[in-house]
Structure formats: structure tokens, C-alpha cells
């Protein structure tokens, strides 16, 4: 089945304990994203990568780092967390087509993250 | 800057009585993407329609269907016969023509009354 996995689904943690959010995509999509939703602002982009080794800020990266070494795994890491980074947070990923080309964007289930 | 709005926080629809959730955003590119998705309370993110903004047709999916103004950059999505299992977040989204990036608007929650 065609999906996006991101773990932990919940977490709950304290200010400055670094944590690691896990995304994996198994269509060997090009493109992957990280959004946080927040209430009264929708979701908004982190961080994001064309493919392997690229990644690029999005409008929200303070406080946020990704790295991209393998085609299918995306994780979002916050090395310092505090409570404004209290989020739902989405992984998706999307194949890179031509330009002009629609494409569907696929997301992962969401992980709450609550920083105390 | 691209920006899309969402002007109803919330909505409220009686069963098998048809709602439309409101859409604009402001651009300057002339082909682009436009797309509502759905968050019920599982949270996950469900595509519900999509229009491509070259498309003078609107685009329908079953009981979805939206009512897209080009020239007045309005997207709303109209839901027919809602029922009880479409009472979720709803999200416009905006995506240029030669980006991966969506924008989304701020949501709409809408809640189908037995």
C-alpha cells in the first residue's frame, strides 16, 4: 500500500530534550515536505526536498533541522524543542513532475507533538 | 506573495441539505493549482477535489464540486447531500505552476447536523 508513515504518532516532551520525527515514504517520490498545523493559521511549510541531499527552508524553519540521505526517509529534528513548537506536524511527499504538471501531494497520519 | 483565505471559521449544515465553504487567494501567476482538503477527526489529510487553474471547466467529484472564478480568484467548494461523515476541518490550498509548495488557508470546520 501505497502510504507515509511518520512516528511517533504522540509524544510529549520538555523544553531543550532533543527529538527526532520520523517520515518514510515508500512510492520513491522525489519531493518531501514538513508542515505544522496550528490553530487559526491552517499549515504552513518547515523545511522541504527536491531529492536526496537537497532540502530547502520553507516560511517556519526556526528551530527546525532535516536531512535528506535516502530517497524514502525525511525526519524532522528539533535539537532544542520549547513550548511554541507544540504543533500537529504532517510529513508528505510528492513525485517531481515537469513543470505546469499537477501531481498529487500524499500525507502522513500526523504527529502531535506537546513540549512542556 | 501568494496567500489564500478562508473567511468562515465555521460552518454548520443540516443532513442531506447542501453547504458551500468559501475560498479566495491572491496571485499573480496564471497557472497554477488549486485543491480542498479534508481533515476529519482523525486528523489525516484527505484530498478531496483539485482544479487546474487552465481549466475553465470546474471540477466534480461525486457529491463535491466547486465553483472556480478565475478572474475573481474565488475557489469554493459546494458539498450536495451533505452527511454526517463530511462534518471535518476543510482546507483550501494554492500551489504555483512551477513550485511543490502548497499554501493553505486557515481552515474551515464545518459540523452536518443529524
Known amino acids: 500500500e501505497a502510504q507515509v508513515t511518520q512516528n511517533p504518532r504522540y509524544l510529549i516532551t520538555v523544553t531543550g530534550k532533543k527529538l527526532t520525527v520520523t517520515c518514510s515514504q515508500n512510492?520513491?517520490?522525489?519531493?518531501m515536505s514538513w508542515y505544522r498545523q496550528d490553530p487559526g493559521l491552517g499549515l504552513r511549510q518547515i523545511y522541504y526536498s527536491m531529492n536526496v541531499e537537497v532540502t530547502d527552508k520553507g516560511d517556519v524553519p526556526e528551530g527546525y533541522k532535516v536531512s535528506r540521505k535516502e530517497k524514502r526517509n525525511f525526519p524532522l529534528i528539533l535539537e532544542s524543542p520549547s513550548p511554541n513548537q507544540t504543533s500537529l506536524y504532517f510529513c508528505?511527499?510528492?513525485?517531481?513532475?515537469?513543470?505546469?504538471?499537477?501531481?498529487?501531494?500524499?500525507f502522513g497520519p500526523g504527529t502531535r507533538l506537546t513540549v512542556l | 506573495a501568494q496567500t489564500v483565505t478562508q473567511s468562515q471559521p465555521e460552518m454548520s449544515v443540516q443532513e442531506a441539505e447542501t453547504v458551500t465553504l468559501s475560498c479566495t487567494y491572491d496571485t499573480s501567476e496564471s497557472n497554477y493549482y488549486l485543491f480542498w482538503y479534508k481533515q476529519p477527526p482523525s486528523r489525516q489529510m484527505i484530498l478531496v477535489i483539485r482544479q487546474e487553474a487552465y481549466k475553465q471547466q470546474n471540477a466534480t467529484e461525486n457529491r463535491f464540486s466547486v465553483n472556480f472564478q478565475k478572474a475573481a480568484k474565488s475557489f469554493s467548494l459546494k458539498i450536495s447531500d451533505s452527511q454526517l461523515g463530511d462534518t471535518a476541518m476543510y482546507f483550501c490550498a494554492f500551489r504555483g505552476g512551477a513550485t511543490n509548495k502548497l499554501i493553505f488557508g486557515t481552515g474551515t470546520l464545518l459540523a452536518v447536523q443529524p
Open positions: 508528505a511527499s510528492k513525485v517531481q513532475l515537469g513543470e505546469g504538471l499537477m501531481g498529487e501531494q500524499f
Open positions: 512510492m520513491n517520490h522525489e519531493y
